[in-house]
C-alpha cells in the first residue's frame, strides 16, 4: 500500500456528484453498520446509484476518490458476496463490475438461499448433538424452525415482489415527485 494522498471526492464537483457522494457514504455507512465492511459498502452504494451501468476499477476509485487497491479489495468482496457482477467486453483485458440492474435486492435475497439451507442443515445437526431438551437446543430449535420459516417465506416474497414491483417503482416515483412539486 503507498502514502498517496487521495482526493477529496466531495470537492471541486458539480453540485449532483456531490449530492451523488453525499448519498454513498450514508448509504455506505446504514450497510456497515449492518456488518459490510466500510470500503465494499462504499463501493456499491455508489455503483447502486450512480448513472452509469458498469465500471472499471480505475473509473470507481475516480469516482470515489480512493485508490485502485482499495477498489480491487472491494470489487472481489462484493462479487464473491452475490452484490456486484464482473465481466469483460469481448477481447479486453479491463474488468468491468455492475450491480444486478434489473432486480438487484431480489437477486440478492435469491442468492441467500442457499446460504440459509448451509444455516438449517448445520443447525439440524447441531439439535441432534445438543439434545432437543436443553437450553441451548431449544434455542438451536428456535434457530431451525426461523431458517425453515424463511426457506418457505423467501420464494414467496420474491415472487410477490416481482409481481407487484412495477406498480410499487411507481408509486415511489410518484411520492418522490409529488414531493419536489410541493417544495
Do not use: C
Amino acid at each position: 500500500m503507498t502514502n498517496e494522498q487521495q482526493p477529496d471526492p466531495t470537492k471541486e464537483k458539480p453540485d449532483n456528484t456531490k449530492a451523488l457522494l453525499r448519498f454513498v457514504e450514508r448509504f455506505a455507512m446504514i450497510l456497515a453498520e449492518s456488518g459490510m465492511d466500510r470500503m465494499p459498502a462504499r463501493v456499491f452504494a455508489y455503483i447502486l446509484a450512480e448513472d452509469s451501468d458498469r465500471y472499471t476499477a480505475a473509473e470507481l476509485a475516480e469516482g470515489l476518490g480512493v485508490s485502485r487497491a482499495a477498489i480491487s479489495g472491494a470489487t472481489r468482496a462484493l462479487v464473491d458476496g452475490g452484490f456486484i457482477d464482473k465481466g469483460r467486453e469481448p477481447g479486453s483485458r479491463v474488468d468491468h463490475f455492475m450491480v444486478y440492474d434489473d432486480d438487484v435486492w431480489a437477486a440478492i435475497a435469491q442468492q441467500r438461499t442457499p446460504l440459509l439451507s448451509r444455516y438449517q442443515t448445520v443447525v439440524d445437526e447441531g439439535v441432534d448433538l445438543i439434545g432437543v431438551d436443553t437450553r441451548g437446543g431449544r434455542r438451536l430449535l428456535q434457530t431451525e424452525a426461523y431458517f425453515d420459516f424463511m426457506m418457505e417465506a423467501l420464494p414467496k416474497i420474491v415472487d410477490e415482489w416481482h409481481s407487484r414491483k412495477n406498480d410499487l417503482v411507481e408509486e415511489a416515483a410518484q411520492r418522490h415527485r409529488s414531493r419536489l412539486t410541493d417544495v
